[in-house]
């Protein structure tokens, strides 16, 4: 049977000449994605260094002013993964998944998996194994707590999702998003409700409700005074929520993972805060921007890594015996410094492998590789 070239094809292409057409896009979300990097990036320095072990210094030192700043500066992590899942669930639902589209996520993630094995396996850091062999081969190990992994099959799934949510009418779409958002979030939230789940389901979840702001615009998801506001209250009472439930060692309670509702509020109300934001276009913001998801991958890469980098090297737990201001400086500076190093690394890799590889792969494997994709997902 003769092969014919899918209409999507030519629906690609025309939107890529139209996009090239246009003047370039604000940088609000470019920035927006920056400050879900940073509150990541913040989390790990707190819970990945050891500061929150039952021996380490943020439990032994009680209710002092040095715990309570690094327990409100790492608070933020669950809720920047909603962040950074909404703007992908945003510009995701109107776009097409393609192998070139995967290829540059899947290659992204496997050589920072291997360059940076290779790099401890060399320093003496990590000792070879056959075990930690196949766990580096694996695109996946376990679902359980690994975002890469759970990301990595999400992506798969959005085209999926989006057959779902443009065969939906809106008010369908309503009543899936008040069914789910009731179980995960209102109900996941009560103390002695159990809930399991893992962040794919989730993300799927994340998904629905930025497709639906996409797909059906109205004047409420246009005031930024409105969601700039709602934004500033949420952190206010969320904050007043972990130093409430501090002296019950349930800190984190409404934000210890992404299905909680102070972390899903939070992120609703600054994405659409960030949305409607007029920022011009800035090359910076936008180049560090297309880096952000470097970052994660080198600084919270293995367990490894973590141990290195928060332990050994910024030595997080040595330096709570600092003053309190130098502590603030001294956080907020390695948390900034981290950022900017690995997203500067991810930047390099950008202009020159990635660019190098794919401009290579344009000339020679990009119809071969649409025609089997067409082939495959006609099948």
Sequence with gaps: MAFTVHPLLYERADNQVKQSA???????????RIICMLMIVAH???????????????????????????????????????CFMMITGYFMCQSIITIRKFLKLFLEIYFYKILIYIVFLITGYE?????????????FWEFKNDFVSCFIVFYLTIPFWSILVHNMTRRQHQLLLILLLSCYTLCGSIPTFGLSYNYITWFGIIFLMA??????????FEKKSLW??????SILV?????????????LYWFMSDCHKFFAVVIAVCSFL????????????????GAATFGVLLIHANSPAMRTWLWKDFVDCVGHYSLPLGQLVLFSVGVVIAVFVVCNLIDQLRIATLEMWFFRWYDEKLSDKADRFFLRLTNS
């Design 273 to 288: 805060w960030f949305k409607n934001l007029k920022i011009n276009f800035s090359k910076i913001i936008n180049a560090f």
């Design 211 to 220: 497709s639906y702001f996409r797909m059906y615009p109205a004047p409420i």
């Design 228 to 233: 700039g506001w709602l934004t500033l209250l």
């Design 22 to 32: 246009k003047p370039p896009r604000s940088s609000n979300l470019e920035l927006y």
């Design 44 to 82: 790990h320095y707190v819970v990945s260094s050891g500061l929150t072990l039952p021996d380490g210094p943020l439990f032994t030192n009680g209710f002092s002013l040095k715990s309570g700043f690094l327990w409100l500066f790492g608070m933020f992590g669950k809720t920047g993964i909603n």
């Design 127 to 139: 000792s070879f194994s056959a075990l930690r062999a196949v766990k580096l081969i694996m695109p």
């Design 238 to 250: 969320a904050v007043a929520s972990v130093l409430f439930l501090w002296r019950f060692n349930a």
